[in-house]
Structures are given as structure tokens and as C-alpha cells.
């Protein structure tokens, strides 16, 4: 209960900003303001390569979660994957950190 | 600008490893007081919500002009907010999750970490801290002294970042590097137009409502 009281105010901004990004996708994607164009690198390797070249590149290996067709819901996990991680990496930075200084 | 696998060269894909790795433990030493604060742990919500939107930022594309698009990069963004050095390990961390959806090649997470994360990261904060320096001569508010120099120094980091990405592209002998470097600035110059609005956007935002969460604020030494 402590933890959740000290914390109440990084937890809201949490959940309100991702409430926000998940809005912002939704409405992006609904309403078509978002590209399905190339990047300016795929652009590139398109305009001197050809699209099937680039689709056609070697890699070691499949990424994982690549069966995830749907846009939205990559966008979800994504951001979950996102907070998990950098949330854990960092909490794991301070406590070396400060045991280094104790 | 996320490089796929198979682009690169083994030699240039081994190098920029070796550098970003390089880059990355030092980044850890030198990341600064900001984690050995005694409320540090406070902070550590924000980083992941930071986390959140350059992941959603870069995973939405803006149309640009010439049937290409556009993402944000974010590396001077997070620089700006958490520190040089500890943007280079966001920005790690996150391509390390975008490739998991095919987003960026795994083996090419060298090589994309240095043009995002110490060439968008590193370079655009010093060159933040540059035009921040300069605009210290006029009287603008604080506030839009670091916008504004967030816009110009992100921008120039964006398009610093596109013309070693062209080298690598180059080096490697995926396109001859006389057409990949022009072409990849060349898009840049247009893209690099929608990091500069985003970032200056979200610095100045923060500034009005959190300005503490800028963390290098005595490093840009705004006055």
C-alpha cells in the first residue's frame, strides 16, 4: 500500500500517457494520417534495389513476435514491452548505483 | 532509418557494434548524479512512459512530400530529458524491442544504435547545448531558448545521422555511397522537418509543466 502511495503520481502520468498514445494510434489509424509509405531509408534502398530485393534480405533469424499482423495491437505490446523494460532496466541502474555509493 | 538485416557488411556491422557497446559502458559510468539521488527511484516511471511515447512515435508514420514517410527518432528528445549518456541505453533498448517485431535488423542493433542513439542522442544534445549557448545572447524566455535550440540541434542531429547511414550503406556496397549519401540526407532534410516540430513540441510542453524532469538543465547552462 506504501509502494502504491509513493508512487501514485508516476502510476496516474503512466496510465493517462498511455491511454493518450493508445487514443493517438487508434485515431491515426482510423482516420489514415499515418503512412504506409517507406521511410526515407527503405525509400533509398527501393529507388536503387527494387522492393523484392529489400524484401527478399538475408536474416539470422525470425523476430518473435512478427506474426503480429495487426498494427493496433503491435502498438499495444509494444508499448507495454517498452515500460516493462526500460522501467526495469533503469530501477536495476539506481540500485547498483546506490549500492556502489553504500 | 532502421537498418534491416543483411544490409550491412560483417566488418562495418562488428564495428559500429563494438563502438555502440563501447559507448553504452561508458554511458553507464558516466550517466551522472540524476540515479544516485536518495528519491531517484521517482524518476523511474517517467523513464518508462518516456520509453512509451518514442516507441509510439517512431512506430507511427507522418507522410513526407515524395511518396515517403516519416518517423521520430527521439535520441535528442531523450538526451535533452535524461542525459546524453542515458539516451544512447533508452534508445538501445527500444530498437532492441522494435526488432522483436521486425522493426530493424538484430544483428544491424549496432549499427542502428549508433546513428539513433550517439549520433541522434549524444551529438544532438551537444549541439542542443550549442544553440542554447548561442540564443544565452537574446533575451527569450528560458523555456523557448531550449525549444528552440532543441528544434535546430535535433533537426541537424537527424541529418547527421542519415548522412552515416548513407556511409554505412556506402561501405558496405549495398549502393554505391555517391547516390546512398545524397539520396539519405536528401530525405532526411525532409523528414528531419517532423522530429525537430515533435521534439521541440514535447521539450516545450515539459518545460511548462514539469520543468524538473528536464534533468541537464545546469549542463545546457541556460540562463
Known amino acids: 500500500m506504501g509502494a502504491i502511495k509513493k508512487y501514485k503520481w508516476p502510476l496516474i502520468t ?8 493508445m487514443f493517438v ?23 536503387y534495389n527494387g522492393e523484392e530485393w529489400l524484401e ?10 512478427s506474426w503480429i499482423t495487426n498494427e493496433y495491437v503491435a502498438g499495444i505490446i509494444g508499448i507495454v514491452l517498452s ?13 547498483l548505483k546506490k549500492r556502489k555509493l553504500s | ?7 550491412l557488411d560483417p566488418i562495418t556491422t562488428i564495428v559500429l557494434w563494438i563502438v555502440t557497446i563501447t559507448i553504452m559502458v561508458l554511458g553507464y559510468f558516466r550517466m551522472g548524479k540524476m540515479f544516485e539521488k536518495e528519491d531517484s527511484e521517482k524518476m523511474i516511471p517517467y523513464i518508462g512512459v518516456l520509453a512509451a511515447i ?20 527521439g535520441g535528442t528528445l531523450v538526451a535533452i530529458i535524461l542525459g546524453p549518456w542515458a ?23 549496432g549499427a542502428n544504435a549508433f546513428n539513433m542513439g550517439i549520433i541522434g542522442g549524444i551529438v544532438g544534445f551537444y549541439l542542443v547545448m550549442l544553440f542554447v549557448k548561442i540564443l544565452n545572447n537574446t533575451s527569450l524566455k528560458k523555456e523557448l531558448k531550449v525549444t528552440i535550440a532543441t528544434a535546430i540541434g535535433s533537426y541537424i542531429a537527424i541529418v547527421l545521422a542519415s548522412f552515416i547511414c548513407g556511409i554505412e550503406i556506402g561501405i558496405s556496397g549495398t549502393i554505391p555511397i555517391e547516390i546512398a549519401v545524397p539520396a539519405m540526407v536528401f530525405w532526411h532534410i525532409l523528414i528531419g522537418i517532423g522530429e525537430a516540430i515533435i521534439s521541440a513540441l514535447i521539450v516545450f510542453y515539459i518545460y511548462k509543466t514539469k520543468p524538473d524532469f528536464i534533468t541537464t538543465e545546469s549542463i545546457l547552462k541556460v540562463k
Open chain 2, 1 to 7: 532509418m532502421h537498418i534491416p538485416d543483411g544490409l
Open chain 2, 87 to 109: 539516451s544512447v541505453i533508452v534508445l538501445f533498448l527500444i530498437l532492441v524491442i522494435q526488432s522483436l517485431f521486425g522493426d530493424g535488423g538484430i544483428t544491424a542493433l
Open chain 1, 56 to 65: 527478399n534480405l538475408f536474416s539470422p533469424w525470425i523476430p518473435f513476435l
Open chain 2, 54 to 73: 518514442i516507441f509510439a512515435f517512431q512506430f507511427v508514420n507522418y507522410p513526407v512530400p515524395g511518396g515517403t514517410s516519416g518517423h521520430l527518432v
Open chain 1, 83 to 95: 515500460i516493462s523494460v526500460l522501467t526495469g532496466t533503469f530501477y536495476l541502474i539506481t540500485r
Open chain 1, 14 to 21: 503512466i496510465l493517462t500517457i498511455f491511454a493518450a498514445l
Open chain 1, 25 to 47: 494510434i487508434a485515431v491515426g489509424f482510423t482516420i489514415g494520417f499515418l503512412s504506409d509509405n517507406p521511410d526515407g531509408l527503405e525509400r533509398v534502398l527501393i529507388d
